[in-house]
């Protein structure tokens, strides 16, 4: 299929040209799927604000678990990535979403740090299907909310304040498809427990900031496909001796919007949508 991209003028979005070949099975990027993120407001007990923030960003570490989504060990659970991607929370960075990003760029302080399960809901239609998760977060405290993550974990979310767990750190040392860690204090993973998979590692010290998603490990060992540099997204270099790092959920998607400002006693409910059209 041969095509044109023609951006139209003053923001009105862009139209795409194409010529088919015979026998094309080709589609556009961004053509068969599409994201998209609405927001309701609300404060004792009425929608004070309805938003459509548009579509998302899916992340470059959110499609690499996607492609590993046949290799997690674990068989006796819900183990695929769509069963364990329904967190969301929210932050307050302003700087727009890229697809390198592996977490949101400032947690809320007042609520939103804290990960809130959504209900997960298929909403089919012909030759549309939609994947939805729906989810309610309570602020404590006044706020400018302006970014929002969708996060996927293999096992217990991390707790603290910043989506963040130091469980093992630092490591001692790594490879190019491994970290070893401090001690054996993480959960080994199995073909009946999760463990860390479907967690990513991001080093925190040292040179060129690397991160891994854990594919499988034991108790102080860690496998992932490579390292990828947090700033590009490029290939990144291995952990080595006392090096630090936190362990992180992928976050699937990311958005950044203009500021819906709460205050204590509100909650805003997130509706995430995910469009999958047949074809080809």
């Known amino acids: 299929m ?11 979005g862009r139209i795409v040209l194409a010529h088919e070949l015979e026998g094309s099975a080709t589609h556009l990027g961004g053509i068969k799927f ?10 004792d007990g009425r929608v004070i604000g309805e938003r459509n923030l548009g579509s998302g960003l899916v992340t470059n570490v959110g499609v690499l678990a ?5 290799g997690w060990s674990a068989t006796n659970a819900l183990n695929s990535l769509f069963a364990k991607m329904k967190y969301h929370a929210s ?7 890229a697809e390198t990003d592996i977490k949101l760029e400032t947690v809320s302080t007042v609520g939103g740090q804290t990960p809130v399960a959504g209900t997960q809901v298929l909403v089919s239609a012909a030759n549309a299907q939609k994947y939805q998760s729906v989810a309610t977060i309570a602020y404590t405290g006044a706020e400018a909310v302006t970014e929002w993550g969708f996060l996927a974990y293999g096992s217990t979310l991390p707790a603290v304040a ?4 130091a469980t093992g750190s630092p490591f001692t040392a790594g490879g190019a498809t491994s970290g070893t860690t401090t001690g054996t204090t993480l959960t080994a993973s199995s073909a009946t427990v999760m ?3 479907m967690s990513i590692f991001e080093r925190t ?3 060129n900031l690397s991160y891994g998603l854990v594919t499988s490990n034991t108790t102080s060992v860690i496998t992932v496909p490579a390292w990828y540099l947090v700033a590009t997204g490029a290939a990144g270099q291995a952990p080595g001796n006392a090096e630090t790092y936190v362990i992180r959920p992928i976050m699937w998607d990311h958005k950044v919007f203009s500021a819906i400002n709460v205050v204590n006693g509100d909650s805003i409910q997130y509706t995430y949508t995910l469009t999958i059209s047949s074809g080809g």
């Open 34 to 43: 599409g994201t998209n993120l609405r927001a309701n407001q609300i404060r």
């Open 162 to 165: 910043d989506l963040s767990d």
């Open 66 to 70: 996607l492609a590993n989504d046949f």
């Open 195 to 197: 463990g860390q998979q």
């Open 91 to 97: 932050g307050k960075g302003t700087t727009s979403a």
């Open 205 to 207: 010290s040292g040179t």
């Open 2 to 12: 041969k095509s044109k991209i023609i951006k139209l003028p003053f923001g009105a």
